[in-house]
């Protein structure tokens, strides 16, 4: 079946310092692949996707690149703020697990003024 | 276009009672899945309706269980409630399979 590994926290950084996240996956195919976020007490949010190998997905300065040769998506962000402390998920989803989300374990971070 | 929402957003509830909770997805999803999110575990699929069929299930014992009605809106149910129960429970819709799935707020279930 499908797995995502995903770097475990917790992730401390100082305001605007740079943020990789790691996650790999193992699927059966080619997976599209997600990062969620969690705020404290809400659900998850999507954050960005790649459906195919070399996409890159990005939203709110954040930035993660389907790497088929290594099976990666590591999440990226190049100046973190305080607002952007939070849980991140790594997760992927193929035919080959009947289209449903396989999660890593998660990654609190947490951005200290 | 609202949102997924989930109604109620607490629960507390005692051993061996049931409990229902209740998803609604964002408008044009056909498919609703549920998750039970939990700090030792983390978050594990527990299935997925489209057109009320259940078309996948995850490793939960029968007490689980759930339905789509055919305006998409589902409830999952759970009987014979045990402590560890309690958990962040998690409704996702999305168009169809493979698409992206959009989560709504959740649903804190407390087993006393």
């Known amino acids: 079946g499908n797995s995502v590994t995903q770097m475990e926290g917790p992730v401390t950084l100082s305001e605007e310092a740079f943020l990789t996240i790691n996650c790999t996956y193992t699927?059966?195919?080619?997976?599209?692949l997600f990062w969620y976020v969690q705020y404290p007490g809400e659900g998850l949010q999507l954050l960005l996707k790649?459906?195919?190998?070399?996409d890159k997905g990005s939203n709110k300065g954040f930035e993660a690149t389907y790497r088929k040769e290594t099976t990666s998506f590591h999440l990226e962000k190049g100046s973190v703020q305080v607002s952007d402390s939070a849980v991140y998920f790594c997760?992927?989803?193929?035919?080959?697990?009947?289209?449903?989300?396989?999660f890593g374990k998660g990654t609190l971070l947490t951005v200290n003024p | 276009k609202a949102g997924v929402t989930q109604t109620p957003r607490y629960l507390i509830k005692t051993r061996g009672q049931q409990v229902t909770l209740s998803c609604s997805p964002i408008?044009?999803?056909?498919?609703v899945s549920w998750y039970q999110q939990t700090p030792g575990q983390g978050l594990q699929f527990l299935f997925e309706?489209?057109?009320?069929?259940?078309?996948n299930k995850g490793n939960f014992p029968g007490r689980f269980s759930g339905r789509q009605f055919s305006n998409s809106r589902s409830e999952m149910n759970v009987s014979t409630l045990e402590l560890g129960d309690s958990a962040l429970y998690l409704c996702?819709?999305?168009?169809?399979?493979?698409?992206?799935?959009?989560f709504g707020p959740g649903t804190r279930l407390t087993v006393l």
């Open positions: 997760a992927g989803v193929s035919g080959g697990s009947n289209y449903k989300l396989t």
């Open positions: 699927a059966t195919g080619y997976p599209s």
């Open positions: 996702a819709s999305s168009r169809d399979w493979g698409d992206t799935q959009y």
């Open positions: 790649a459906t195919k190998a070399d």
């Open positions: 309706y489209f057109s009320e069929t259940q078309r």
């Open positions: 408008s044009g999803h056909r498919s």
